[in-house]
């Protein structure tokens, strides 16, 4: 068996257990680099650790930082408020409230599964009291996560468009960005439909409940849920902060990791209390997760795997399938696993197919990308496991199986429709 086999199917391995194992992916990861590394491809530890993607660690890190002490300080409340009072008691609205708060959220650096964690406990909360269903409220959540989740300064964006630069490959951020944002769009407006959106409307929203339903307050008066979403000292900081990391990104184009660590510790600086609890929800899970898989893709292009497979998959004969093929691994193997560590093993695979030039490189990635972040509805992914678990009032088994359904048909009708739009007309 030949070393760039055994290091695929090391692969895959990695893939399976992480998902029958519950262990991470990122740790399986490392440890498969330093197997196939040292014993199969005979490579020094020095080499192994190049791999490492020590800019994108500081990004990780340093956004999921940051976006803890708006958690911490309660400015995602003063947020997740506003945007509730701007309806103005319309409950139809409200999925689409969600929808846009997640996606802004990720469009300005949160990564996905944590803007989710901010806003699904609260979206499903008003789901049970104004009998909104569940998995309409959690697609929406979900949905408008991924949405946001390819902007140029974004975790995903920042991710996708670094492989490619060093990939070498064409790249477009715009259609990237603009790829994601209309497909879960458009996929949100038919689930809106199917489930029940439209009789929203008829329903109205009680002051009082808004008020709830904004802070989280309780019975005993909107007094304490003003005081909770009030515009204090601590929140405006962070208001400016996240202001100024956007500026920093997209006027000064600095980098987003270290203008958000910045950004992070002048806040820590002023209020050490909120950076104490903050800096434990730092998702090192994730950052773990990504670091290992980018290093295990690594060691895969330093020992010729890449081009062997790319090769390989340029060896099926007609160009299209093997584009469609790569979007359905994508999606599949991302509903049971990292969408982002999917993505990070892909798409430097599929270089040596790509540089042929017979499939557009900007239509491909950009439906990969789709494909792979689509699906993640599914209970058995990050995302879809934090809308099961803020779920309320509900038959969580029940729930569990609309899930995973809503999952299967995203898996199964995502890859070829964004095929179709992204990649046949080959107008990229």
Same mark, same amino acid.
Request: aromatic share 8%.
């Given at each position: ?8 199917? @090391? ?44 800019? *994108? ?35 139809? *609205?409200?999925?689409?409230?969600? $929808?846009?708060?997640?996606? @802004? ?67 477009? /951020? ?51 849920? /003003? ?14 902060? *996240? ?29 050490? /209390? ?61 509903? $049971? ?8 093993? *892909? ?52 729930? $569990? ?28």
């Amino acid at each position: 068996m030949s070393a760039e086999l055994i290091s695929i199917l @090391v692969l895959v391995v990695v893939f399976v257990i992480a998902t029958t194992r519950s262990i991470n992916m990122g740790a399986l990861a490392f440890a498969a680099a330093f197997g196939v590394g040292t014993l199969v491809a005979d490579m020094k530890t020095d080499d192994i650790f190049k791999g490492f993607p020590a800019s *994108l660690f500081v990004v990780l890190v340093g956004v999921t930082f940051l976006f803890a002490i708006a958690r911490a300080n309660g400015t995602t409340d003063w947020l997740v408020y506003r945007a509730i009072r701007l309806v103005g008691g319309r409950i139809a *609205l409200m999925p689409w409230v969600m $929808f846009a708060i997640t996606g @802004v959220l990720t469009a300005i650096g949160a990564v996905s599964p944590a803007a989710v964690a901010i806003v699904a406990p609260i979206a499903m909360g008003f789901a049970a009291k104004y009998r909104i269903s569940p998995l309409l409220m959690g697609v929406m959540v979900v949905h408008g996560a991924q949405a946001g989740g390819f902007s140029p300064i974004s975790i995903y964006g920042t991710i996708v468009n670094g492989i490619v630069a060093k990939e070498g490959l064409p790249g477009n /951020e715009i259609v990237l960005f603009l790829a994601s944002l209309v497909v879960n769009l458009l996929i949100a407006a038919v689930v809106f439909v199917v489930l029940g959106g439209m009789k929203l409307a008829r329903q109205p929203l009680e002051a009082p409940a808004l008020a709830r339903a904004g802070g989280g307050g309780d019975d005993n008066g909107s007094d304490v849920t /003003e005081e909770r979403v009030a515009l204090t000292a601590p929140r405006i900081a962070t208001l400016l902060g *996240l202001a100024a990391l956007v500026t920093a990104a997209l006027v000064f184009d600095l980098d987003v990791g270290l203008a958000a660590i910045t950004v992070a510790v002048l806040l820590s600086v002023v209020w050490p /209390e909120t950076s104490k609890l903050a800096i434990t929800q730092i998702t090192w899970p994730t950052v773990l997760l990504i670091c290992g898989i980018l290093t295990y893709v690594a060691v895969l292009q330093t020992m010729g795997t890449i081009k062997w497979a790319g090769d390989s998959v340029a060896g099926v004969g007609a160009p299209l399938l093997a584009a469609l093929l790569i979007c359905y691994i994508g999606a599949i193997v991302s509903a $049971f696993a990292s969408s982002v560590g999917i993505m990070g093993a *892909l798409i430097p695979l599929a270089v040596p197919f790509l540089l042929q030039g017979e499939v557009s490189a900007i239509g491909l990635i950009a439906a990969l990308a789709v494909s792979a972040t689509v699906v993640d509805v599914s209970p058995f992914s990050t995302n879809g496991a934090l809308v099961l678990a803020g779920a309320q009032d509900v038959d969580r088994d029940k729930f $569990f199986k609309q899930l995973m359904v809503y999952g299967g048909i995203m898996v199964a009708a995502a890859p070829p429709l964004v095929w179709l739009a992204l990649v046949v007309p080959g107008i990229w």
